[in-house]
């Protein structure tokens, strides 16, 4: 049963994606997963500059798979843990060039399009995405040696959804896809009032 209704003009790609937390822990093949990231690394950014990183482990390599479980808070290490890949998107603060360095006023808000475009590619291979800022983003910072200047923005994590039974029944009844605010609320036209 689902609680998401959007106009039949939205494309079903983006209608369709949702967030689920039941995962079923297979493998998720390394050529489906650059296809996933080559989509991601298809956003517009500023400049061209793509600050976005995508650093990545899967499931089946148990000792970096721990390693970026363990900075997520427990909740979400609790079913992240069945997640066939697990990501974290960092993107780099400035600009870079042989004049020197600038603040990026949009590194976030590019890589936050690229998130974008990771999630509904990887819907459009009949996986899920799960994007997490549960995180304990010093404890990331020092496991994944992420270094200055580089921000980590968010986990997801990435796999084949799964029937919800696994799940503790508070989650259970949360695996469906969520309502939004109309689109009165969210678009004005005209000054912010
Ligand atoms: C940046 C970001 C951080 C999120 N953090 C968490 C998280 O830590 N744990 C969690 O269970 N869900 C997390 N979510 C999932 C959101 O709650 C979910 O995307 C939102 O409720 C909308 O649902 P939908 O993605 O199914 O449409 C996060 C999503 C995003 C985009």
Not at 48 to 74: I, S
Not at 110 to 117: E, H, L, N
Not at 130 to 158: K, Q, S, W
Request: net charge negative.
């Amino acid at each position: 049963m689902t609680t998401r209704t959007a106009d039949p003009r939205v494309v079903p790609l983006i209608a369709g994606r949702w967030s689920p937390r039941a995962f079923d822990g297979s493998d998720l093949p390394q050529a489906d997963l650059d296809v996933i990231f080559q989509a991601a690394g298809l956003a517009p950014s500023a400049f061209n500059y793509q600050p976005w990183r995508f650093l990545y482990a899967h499931r089946a390599d148990a000792a970096l798979f721990a390693k970026f479980l363990a900075p997520l808070v427990e909740f979400n290490q609790s079913w992240a843990n069945s997640a066939s890949v697990l990501v974290y998107v960092v993107s780099e603060e400035a600009m870079v060039s042989d004049k020197g360095a600038n603040p990026n006023h949009s590194h976030s808000f590019d890589a936050g399009a690229a998130w974008a475009m990771l999630a509904l590619q990887a819907s459009a291979l009949g996986y899920h995405s799960h994007g997490m800022t549960g995180v304990d983003f010093e404890a990331a910072r020092a496991a994944l040696e992420v270094p200055a200047g580089f921000r980590i923005e968010a986990a997801i994590a990435l796999g084949t959804m799964t029937t919800p039974e696994g799940l503790p029944e508070y989650l259970r009844e949360r695996e469906v896809p969520s309502a939004r605010k109309p689109v009165g609320e969210i678009a004005i036209a005209g000054t912010f009032r």
